[in-house]
């Protein structure tokens, strides 16, 4: 009998000795009837028992009802009268079920069934593996037992109750161990200014929506708040490696951040939610889900609002999401998901130590029409939209995905020339004319630009699973082409005049670009034992990237049409081993490659930069019992032609550019751990020591504090009522790894010192499945970030252009918001 490729786990901890079979609990909740996936689940909660059941076993099929006071035994028989499904004890706490008829009894443990095995076989085969958190409370991330590197998975019951509805994905990853954002307009408002990984920065990590890598066409950055919120998300897994064969995406060694979009509810309803709070935030929306034939449907759309922690910026957000999911027969699902986002916001460019020493932690923008600071003059929009059509089946015994999707991403800016400028002397704009002769000056006018950016990714992700020998072939292919266009232009702001150039032409710059992706891979997960399993694998990357410029990017601006090739050959292998049910152990080996952004071949003198490749070594561990889970892991890379931007002396004055930095060594440890000290009462940590340093010196990587560590308590009672008092630290760094001498050589050094801190968030609320006035049940909870109201540097922006002073960005202060809901 072939094995199946996902086991689903139900697993519910309650405080106190294990249960046996002989002295099984009595039940002290009624279950009623229910879909009976639902049903397993509320029993393993309430009896302790571990529950395990093929995926394709109670697909479609609904429990009876079951009494209160029956023995669990007992009450799990009667929850599966009529579907034709038993169980059997594996151990005296954990059953399987099993096909057969309950009324002829549970079947002997020792019967010749499927052994039971939580690993998938195939598990790179989904985009986005699902893993059950061991621990049945409440909890920011757990690392799987399959995992075959250091991995951290956030379930959808943390995204919902421990974040405030319209977080955006970096509030939900940021207590995850190794994991630093910098959001200084508070969670869920504003643009992101930074997500670190290890110390990888945002474009040197994977970022996926199942399994699909995304990104800004030019240099892989991306904006949090443009995309997904917490209202689509399902889950969210982190994997600090590179991964094997099968782990596709253009940064894959610095990890992978693979989101996952909720699944419809199997409970039809309309579910309106609201959201107020701190700094005039407003928002509000409406969920749906609904079953029509053999297609499950979610629909969520929602609109905010928000003066944000600093002042002046006022954002505004819009989003649509739909998804459905298709049962086109017994192993042949189609799921179709849309998203668009649209968010308008005035943006800033951080502040000096003066700005904020005078006017307050929210110095943002400012009302004055007659300086820079302007939040009139300081604007800009996003829109994005992500879709697909997914495909899964099995045809002749391959496990078959499919993906064809298009993604597209607009940022449309006008901004002064300095954000952060309050100094009316520092005004005036020059008008030239055609040949670029100075015409005219304006001295009090605002300067600035508008420019407008966007790319359309058109792709396919094919993947395919086969069961061979021993072990599970894996291949496929990702397929990618994105067409980008930008623009920009000098602007009198305060008139909105054109100024032109003093070298000629309207435009500062004028480009399209294209870049093409291809990587195939195959993987071998070859079954070496009952215990170990070996995973050697191979994925080849090649990326083109053309550029067509009337006017390049560089000064002065001149026609530019270049095209680059690059490609890897990446060679990996993993091996895992169960050390038993409930501990695990895993070495991973691994070479990572990662093209330059199109920026290189634009910039004159850089286009002879190599690509960066690296290797990576992890030792790690995990293990899940009924009171505690944790992992822990060790790792080294070796970076080659590491690619830093820095700023040169030029006739124009400084300007960026890029240069091969030569290497760095990025090592640490990592640990993350959760202990449920009562069924419903949960303790969670993690540290991790992240050294990332320039090769022949001890220069710290720059955004990369080398501890951080998180500290939790989480509660979710069988009552409805849950919460979590969740901290935050992180240590010392620095804003400045290098800069140039006087002969434009590089230097490294450390410079712009941000102190650690330590932040704590913290919520509560009620849920429950049985509203008033006929509703299917409400919730409402309370958020609140940086309960302490600690104020401390988070980042560093860069320097003022006439002044020279460092920019910096800082904690939000605390914010308190309000969450309700009803299932209609």
């Known amino acids: 009998m072939r094995h199946p490729l996902a086991f689903r786990i139900a697993l519910a901890l309650a405080a106190g000795a294990s249960f046996s079979a002989a002295a099984a609990p009595a039940s002290t909740t009624a279950i009623a009837a229910m879909p009976l996936a639902q049903a397993l689940d509320q029993f393993a909660r309430d009896t302790g028992w571990q529950v395990v059941y093929d995926a394709d076993v109670p697909a479609g099929a609904r429990s009876a009802p079951a009494p209160a006071g029956l023995p669990a035994e007992r009450q799990l028989a009667a929850l599966l009268r009529g579907t034709d499904l038993t169980y059997?004890?594996?151990?005296?706490?954990?059953?399987?079920?099993?096909?057969?008829?309950?009324?002829?009894?549970?079947?002997?443990?020792?019967?010749?069934?499927?052994?039971?095995?939580?690993?998938?076989?195939?598990?790179?085969l989904a985009p986005v593996s699902v893993h059950a958190n061991a621990v049945d409370t409440l909890a920011p991330s757990a690392p799987p037992l399959d995992a075959t590197q250091p991995t951290s998975v956030i379930d959808e019951r943390f995204i919902r109750d421990g974040l405030r509805f319209n977080a955006n994905f970096d509030d939900i990853i940021k207590y995850a161990p190794s994991i630093t954002v910098t959001s200084p307009e508070g969670p869920g408002l504003g643009k992101n200014e930074g997500i670190s990984l290890r110390g990888f920065q945002d474009g040197q990590f994977n970022i996926t929506f199942d399994g699909i890598p995304f990104g800004d066409a030019s240099d892989l950055h991306h904006t949090t708040s443009a995309y997904f919120n917490n209202h689509?998300?399902?889950?969210?897994?982190?994997?600090?490696?590179?991964?094997?064969?099968?782990?596709?995406?253009?940064?894959?060694?610095?990890?992978?951040?693979?989101?996952?979009s909720r699944d419809p509810s199997d409970e039809p309803g309309i579910t309106p939610y609201l959201t107020v709070g701190s700094w005039n935030t407003r928002a509000g929306g409406v969920a749906a889900d609904e079953s029509i034939g053999r297609t499950r449907i979610f629909a969520d759309v929602s609109k905010e609002s928000s003066d944000t922690y600093l002042k002046g910026t006022d954002d505004k957000r819009d989003h649509v999401f739909v998804k459905?999911?298709?049962?086109?027969?017994?192993?042949?699902?189609?799921?179709?998901?849309?998203?668009?986002?649209?968010?308008?916001?005035?943006?800033?460019?951080?502040?000096?130590?003066?700005?904020?020493?005078?006017?307050?932690?929210?110095?943002?923008?400012?009302?004055?029409?007659?300086?820079q600071n302007y939040k009139g003059a300081n604007n800009a929009a996003y829109y994005s939209s992500f879709n697909y059509l997914g495909i899964a089946t099995t045809l002749a015994g391959w496990e078959l995905d499919d993906k064809v999707y298009y993604n597209s991403f607009d940022h449309w800016a006008r901004k002064a020339a300095d954000a952060s400028d309050i100094d009316p002397a520092h005004n005036g704009v020059?008008?030239?004319?055609?040949?670029?002769?100075?015409?005219?000056?304006?001295?009090?006018?605002?300067p600035g630009k508008l420019s407008d950016s966007g790319f359309h990714a058109f792709g396919n992700v094919l993947r395919l699973g086969h069961d061979f020998g021993p072990g599970t072939f894996?291949?496929?292919?990702?397929?990618?082409?994105?067409?980008d266009a930008r623009y920009q232009y000098p602007l009198d702001l305060t008139t909105g005049e054109k100024t032109g150039t003093k070298y000629g032409p309207i435009?500062?710059?004028?480009?399209?670009?294209?870049?093409?992706?291809?990587?195939?891979?195959v993987q071998y997960d070859w079954k070496a034992t009952d215990d170990i399993t070996v995973s050697p694998g191979v994925r080849y990357s090649e990326v083109t990237r053309r550029i067509d410029a009337p006017l390049n990017k560089v000064s002065p601006p001149v026609p530019l049409n270049a095209e680059a090739t690059y490609h890897a050959t990446l060679p990996s292998i993993a091996i895992h081993d169960r050390l038993s049910d409930s501990w695990s152990a895993y070495a991973q080996a691994a070479k990572g490659f990662l093209a330059p952004p199109i920026d290189v071949i634009q910039v004159n003198g850089s286009r002879g930069l190599s690509p960066e490749t690296t290797r990576n070594y992890q030792l790690g561990t995990a293990y899940a019992a009924r009171e505690l889970t944790f992992g822990a892991d060790v790792y080294y890379i070796d970076f080659s032609n590491y690619i830093s931007e820095t700023e040169v002396a030029t006739?124009?004055?400084?300007?960026?550019?890029?240069?091969?930095?030569?290497?760095?060594?990025?090592?640490?440890?990592?640990?993350?751990?959760?202990?449920?000290?009562?069924?419903?009462?949960?303790?969670?940590?993690?540290?991790?020591?992240?050294?990332?340093?320039?090769?022949?010196?001890d220069v710290q990587i720059a955004g990369t504090p080398k501890v951080t560590a998180a500290l939790g308590l989480l509660y979710s009672g069988d009552d409805g009522y849950f919460g979590s008092l969740m901290g935050k630290f992180l240590g010392h760094q620095y804003g400045v790894d290098n800069t140039t001498d006087d002969e434009g050589n590089l230097v490294f050094h450390n410079d712009e010192r941000i102190a650690g801190y330590f932040s704590v968030d913290a919520a509560a609320g009620y849920r429950t499945d049985k509203g008033p006035a006929g509703t299917k049940g409400f919730s409402i909870s309370v958020d609140v970030n940086n309960l302490f109201n600690v104020h401390k540097f988070t980042g560093y922006a860069g320097t003022q252009a006439v002044s020279g002073d460092p920019l910096y960005f800082g904690l939000p202060g605390r914010g308190i918001f309000l969450d309700l809901s009803v299932k209609l």
């Open 232 to 260: 689509v998300l399902g889950q969210a897994e982190i994997d600090r490696g590179p991964g094997g064969g099968s782990t596709i995406g253009n940064a894959t060694f610095g990890g992978t951040i693979a989101l996952r």
């Open 88 to 124: 059997r004890f594996v151990t005296p706490t954990t059953v399987q079920i099993v096909p057969g008829n309950v009324h002829a009894g549970r079947v002997p443990a020792d019967t010749a069934l499927p052994p039971i095995d939580t690993r998938d076989p195939a598990s790179d």
């Open 651 to 697: 006739d124009n004055g400084k300007e960026n550019t890029f240069v091969n930095g030569g290497g760095a060594i990025y090592k640490g440890a990592e640990f993350e751990a959760t202990w449920a000290l009562t069924h419903a009462l949960s303790l969670y940590g993690n540290a991790s020591y992240n050294k990332a340093t320039y090769k022949g010196g």
């Open 430 to 446: 020059t008008f030239y004319n055609a040949k670029g002769k100075k015409v005219s000056t304006a001295a009090a006018d605002i």
């Open 507 to 521: 435009e500062n710059y004028v480009l399209s670009d294209r870049t093409d992706t291809v990587q195939p891979y």
């Open 474 to 483: 894996l291949t496929g292919i990702w397929l990618e082409r994105s067409l």
């Open 324 to 371: 459905t999911i298709s049962q086109l027969g017994d192993a042949t699902t189609l799921t179709f998901v849309t998203s668009y986002n649209r968010e308008h916001q005035n943006t800033v460019q951080g502040s000096t130590r003066d700005e904020i020493d005078r006017f307050g932690w929210r110095f943002g923008l400012g009302d004055d029409p007659g300086v």
